[in-house]
């Protein structure tokens, strides 16, 4: 990715098809003098499909209590799971469109989206109907992640291993005849799925056409990067507690680091994921925001590049590389769209600004001008 002056881009119906100096006149043009034009954020890590707020765990954390003993008191994720259960479809879909219409504000023009608010086939089905629903309707482009393995819901506290039967035996099954999700994800982590259960779990899905992608060696090193090389696992995210042994193992294996930056600020810690390391032995870094009820309420993927510049010490080139062309590859869409290339879709933001640099110095004001989707201007500020 570099940064070119005084081009212009013709766009034909959703497609960039040429790029270059003095081209021909064309009927709708928009003039960006003195703009920078960048590439549709694709943000390849949310959790949107929730129902209520929780900003009383926000405020808990605080007051000194961590995300671990939160989630023992029937907070976290259960929390949102006793929601998703309550309402309906049309009620969880009314939620999702407005997060949607915010996203795309912030220039994010595809996202991925997982289920793992339900954790009972019922409810993990309605969840990923409403990310369907809502995608049928919306300019956004919403790519699902099936993710029974989020946690392990009451009713199963004390039978791991029945939860992971049913969501082997039935849940991915009837997702795959369904055919609503693209990926299938696991919280592999000590206290949530061990890496044995993850094995299990990613293998059936594979089994059933559902690509694998896992949360990783967030809290602590769980030797879930390793697992993600030895699966083949199309991405490992977080990695806040990553070995070096894992990292090798990500490396040799291609698999791409997914780094949430907004998670460690948002919880108030500092333990940062090792960029330069994975960036050093070979990583290729995408970024994303992990938007979530409880340990994320961030959507913007231009707050995250600047928490990237600043905590995880990546140049600005390279930090929108990760949310635009590799978060992209992270979602196997990088030959249509995360970069400003003829052929590819016309997924484009126009900036305000004049220079790349302003973009994480312009930290809580996002000078958006034009969010361009499939060619048609969907946003103007
Ligand atoms: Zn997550």
Not at 14 to 33: P, Y
Not at 259 to 281: I, V, W
Not at 300 to 307: D, T
């Amino acid at each position: 990715m570099d940064v070119r002056e005084n081009i212009e881009i013709i766009i034909e119906k959703d497609r960039i098809i040429e790029i270059g100096c003095d081209l021909r006149k064309v009927d709708n043009s928009i003039d960006c003098n003195q703009m920078l034009v960048s590439p549709g954020f694709v943000d390849p890590h949310t959790h949107p499909v929730f129902y209520g707020s929780r900003e009383d765990e926000f405020h808990m954390r605080l007051q000194g209590h961590s995300y671990e003993e939160i989630a023992a008191l029937g907070g976290g994720i259960l929390n949102s799971v006793s929601d998703v259960r309550k309402v309906n479809e049309s009620e969880l879909i009314s939620r999702l469109r407005t997060r949607m219409d915010r996203f795309l504000k912030m220039g994010t023009t595809t996202i991925e989206c997982k289920s793992g608010y339900g954790l009972n086939t019922k409810s993990e089905l309605k969840s990923l109907k409403a990310i369907h629903e809502v995608n049928m309707r919306h300019h956004i482009d919403m790519i699902p992640t099936f993710m029974g393995a989020h946690a392990f819901p009451e009713e199963f506290k004390d039978d791991h291993e029945g939860y992971v039967d049913l969501i082997c035996d039935e849940m991915i099954p009837e997702v795959s005849k369904q055919g609503i999700a693209i990926f299938n994800d696991v919280f592999c982590e000590n206290g949530y799925f061990d890496v044995d259960q993850t094995r299990r779990i990613l293998n059936v899905g594979s089994e059933y056409g559902l690509i694998p992608r896992l949360h990783a060696d967030e809290f602590e090193d769980s030797n879930s990067a390793m697992i993600a090389g030895e699966i083949n696992s199309i991405t490992a995210d977080h990695l806040m507690m990553v070995s070096n042994d894992g990292i090798n193992a990500l490396s040799d294996n291609g698999v791409i680091a997914t780094l949430l930056p907004g998670t460690t600020f948002f919880l108030g810690k500092t333990n940062y994921a090792p960029y330069l390391k994975l960036k050093n032995a070979g990583v290729e870094i995408a970024l994303a925001t992990d938007y979530n009820p409880g340990s994320c309420n961030i959507q913007s993927m231009p707050f995250i590049i600047a928490l990237s510049c600043i905590y995880l010490k990546m140049d600005i080139l390279d930090a929108m590389k990760a949310g635009t062309i590799s978060s992209a590859r992270s979602l196997m869409l990088d030959k249509e769209i995360g970069s400003i290339e003829e052929g590819k879709k016309a997924d484009l933001i126009i900036w305000d600004l004049n220079r790349i640099e302003q973009i994480p110095y312009t930290i809580n004001n996002h000078p958006i001008r034009h969010v361009l989707k499939n060619g048609v201007n969907v946003f103007t500020a």
